[in-house]
C-alpha cells in the first residue's frame, strides 16, 4: 500500500510511522490519561484498514485525520490534544518552505500528483518541469498575494476550484476560436517577423501551425481553428498548379484533351492537400509549447461554413483527407501507428452529410470508422445548434468549443453581425455541488442558503480573474492582441473593450450534480422523481449569472467543468470534511458535470436524451459521451448512434479504447488492476506494468489523454460500464 507526501512524493505505507506517532503523544501526557500499548496498536491497524479501503493511495493528511478520530474513539481526548498541537507546530514550520519542497521534488521526478496532474504532459522532461515550477510559484504567489483569503481558504478546502492559479500570476486568459481567416488573409506577425497571405495551400498549413504553437504559448486553455479557412488556398494551389502542368506541357511540345488536363492537376492538387494535412498533424503532434505539452488546439470540419459550392467542395477534400490521416494515427518510437492526443477533430453532422442519400454521406461514413478506431473525431449538430443558439437578431448559429467542451455565447457585433473567430473565455471557478448539499444535511431550507453563500463566493473569485486581465496591454501577447488571432489593437492598447459586453466569456463551473442530487432526494437525477430537483439546480446557476451579467456587462456563462486531477481533489475533500458516505463520497472521484455516474446502467439512446437537457443549460460548454466497446467491426452501429446525436443533442462523442504495448505487441484493452492499495495499468497478455512501455489513449474529459492519470480518475475510468 502507498501512501502520498506533502511534497506529492510517493512511499510505502508504514504501520510503525503510525505508532510511533501516537506513543509520542500518548508518552506526553499524564499517566492517567495515557492509553495501552494494545489499545495503540488498534488504532494503528484501523487506520491501516481504513486507508486499504479507500481503493487508492491516501495523502498523509488523510491518514493523519484518520488517527486523531481513533484516537478520540478510544476516549483519549487528552492524548488526541497532543496530537493535533504537534501536527499545528508541524505545519507552521513547513509553510516556511513548503514551496521549495514542491519544486524540489518536481525536479527530482518524485512528484506523483504532478506527474498525474495532466494526462497530456510528460513531467520527466524540461520543458514540463519548468512550467510546473513557474506554475508553484504563481500559485505561491496566488495564495498569498493576489487573491482574497476566503478564496483561497475556499479552494484548499475543495468548496470551490480556481482552475489554473498555476498561471493566475500572469495575465493569460482560458481558451479562444482563433481567427484563422483574418490571419491568412489579411496577413500576421509572428515574433516580429511578417507573413503575408500565403500563396498555396500546403504554405497556408504551414503558417497556421506556427499560429497555433504561437497561441498555445500565450494562453493556458485549448483553442479551435476551422479547416474552412484553409479551403480557399486548395483553389489557389489549383491554379498554380494548372500554370504549372500547362507549362510543362508546352515544354514538352504536348497536346492532352482539357479532361486529361483536369485530372493532371487535381492528381497533383489532392498531393498537395496531403502534404498540408500531414504538417498539420505531425507539427501539432510534435511541437511544444511553453507549457510543456503539444498545442491543445480543436479541428473544426464544417461544411456549412463554405462560401460557395467550389469552396464547400474543396473543403470536403481537406475534411476526407485529415479523416483518413488521423484513422492511420502516428508512429510511436517503436514504429507502431498509435492514437494521438492532438489535435482534437469536431465533424459538424448537417443536411448535406447526414442521410445515405446526402452528397457528402461517404465523408460520415469515413469519420464513423475513425472514431471507432481512434475515438474522433466527436460531433456536434447543426440542426440543434442553429435551434439552441440563438442570437438577439432571433438567428441560430453553428460553431465550434473552444478547445474541449467551452462555448461562446451568441454575440452579435455593432454591425449586427454574428461573430465568434476572435473570441475568447477569461476564466473558469467551479462550485462543488456535492459539498453543499452534504453542508446542509439534507434540509432544502439551508441547502438554498448554502448554495446562495457559495455562489457569491464564486461570484467574487470570477470578478478577480476578470480584474487581474483588466488593464492587460496588448503587448503582453502581440499574437493575439495584436496580429488577429483576438484581435488587431494598437501597441500600448489595453485589451479592456474585449472583456466586456459579451465579447469575451467568463464561467462558472459546476460539478458532482449527481451526487448532489442522490444526497438531497435519494435517487439519482436520471429518476423522473428526482430530475426536476436537478434540474432547478441548474436554472438556479443560471440565474445566478444572469444576476452578474446584469450587475457588470460580463458575459457569465454556466459550463459544465472538465475535471482531470480536480475530480480526485474535490473527492479526497469530501471524505476530509463529511467522511465515508455511501455512494456519495466513497469513491475516489465525483462526477463530471451533469454526467450520468459512470456505474449507472443505461443504454446510449437514453444517456445521450437525457443529458441533451443539461446540456442545453450549460451555455458556457459541455459535452455528453456514451461508453462503447470494440466498434471497429459495427460501423454501422456507430452511424445509427450518429444520426440520434443529429436528431437530439448539440455535442457528442464515442468512448472507445486505444492501447498498444510495447513489450509484446498487444494492441487491445491494457487493464487496470489493484495492487498494494494502488491502481495500475497491466498488459493482459503478458502482465506488462511499466506505463512508459505502453500507449494508453482514453478520453476522460473531452478530449483524449495519453500520459495517465491521478488515482481518483483512474479508478473512474476503471468503474466505468459500457452504454452500447
Known sequence: MKIIKRNGTEATFDISKIIIAVTKANDSVAVEYRMTPNQIRRIAENVTNNCDALGRAATVEEVQDMVEQQIMAHGAYEVAKCYIRYRYTRQLIRQSHSTDDKILSLINCENEEAKQENSNKNPVINSTQRDYMAGEVSKDLSERVLLPQDVVDAHNEGIIHFHDMDYYAQRMHNCDLVNLEDMLQNGTVITGTGIEKPHSFSTACNIATQIIAQVASNQYGGQSISLTHLAPFVNVSREKIRTDVERELELIGTEVSDETKHQLVETRLKDEIKKGVQTIQYQVVTLMTTNGQAPFVTVFMYLGEARNERERADLAMIIEEVLNQRY????????????????????????????????????????????????????????????????????????????????????????????????????????????????????????????????????????????????????????????????RLQKGETIDKLLYGGYSTISLGYAGLYECVKYMTGKSHTDPAATPFALEVMEHMNAACRKWKA?????????????????????????????????????????????????????????????????????????????????????????????????????????????????????????IEEEDGKLIWVCPNCGNKDQTKMNVARRTCGYIGTQFWNQGRTQEIKDRVLHL
Not at 602 to 626: C, M, R, T, V
Request: glycine residues 6%; charged residues 25%; hydrophobic residues 35%.
Open 328 to 487: 492511420r494515427g502516428v508512429k510511436n518510437e517503436s514504429g507502431v501507428w498509435v492514437t494521438p492526443a492532438f489535435p482534437k477533430l469536431i465533424y459538424v453532422l448537417e443536411e448535406d452529410n447526414i442521410h445515405e442519400d446526402s452528397k457528402y454521406y461517404y465523408l460520415t461514413k469515413l469519420a464513423a470508422k475513425v472514431t471507432a478506431k481512434r475515438m474522433v473525431p466527436d460531433y456536434i449538430s447543426e440542426k440543434k445548434m442553429l435551434e439552441l443558439k440563438v442570437d438577439k437578431n432571433g438567428e441560430g448559429h453553428c460553431y465550434t468549443c473552444m478547445g474541449c467542451r467551452s462555448f461562446l455565447t451568441p454575440y452579435v457585433d455593432e454591425n449586427g453581425k454574428p461573430k465568434y473567430y476572435g473570441r475568447f473565455n477569461q476564466g473558469v471557478v467551479t462550485i462543488n455541488l456535492p459539498d453543499v448539499a452534504l453542508s446542509s444535511h439534507g434540509d432544502f431550507e439551508e441547502f438554498w442558503k448554502i448554495f446562495d453563500e457559495r455562489l457569491e463566493l464564486c461570484h467574487k473569485a470570477l470578478m478577480c480573474r476578470h480584474n487581474r486581465l483588466k488593464g492587460t496591454p496588448s503587448d503582453v501577447a502581440p499574437i493575439l492582441w495584436q496580429h488577429g488571432a483576438l484581435a
Open 551 to 671: 450587475q457588470h456587462n460580463i458575459d457569465f456563462s454556466l459550463y459544465g467543468t472538465p475535471l482531470e486531477s480536480t475530480t480526485y481533489k474535490f473527492a479526497k475533500c469530501l471524505q476530509k470534511r463529511f467522511g465515508i458516505i455511501p455512494g456519495i463520497t466513497d469513491k475516489g472521484y465525483i462526477t463530471n458535470s451533469y454526467h450520468v455516474h459512470v456505474t449507472e446502467e443505461i443504454n446510449a439512446f437514453d444517456k445521450l436524451k437525457f443529458e441533451a437537457e443539461f446540456q442545453h443549460l450549460s451555455p458556457g460548454g459541455a459535452i455528453s459521451y456514451i461508453e462503447v466497446p470494440n466498434m471497429q467491426d459495427n460501423i454501422e452501429a456507430v452511424l445509427q448512434v450518429m444520426k440520434f446525436i443529429y436528431d437530439n443533442i448539440i455535442y457528442a462523442e464515442l468512448n472507445t479504447k486505444s492501447d498498444y504495448c510495447q513489450v509484446c505487441g498487444y494492441d487491445g484493452e491494457i487493464q
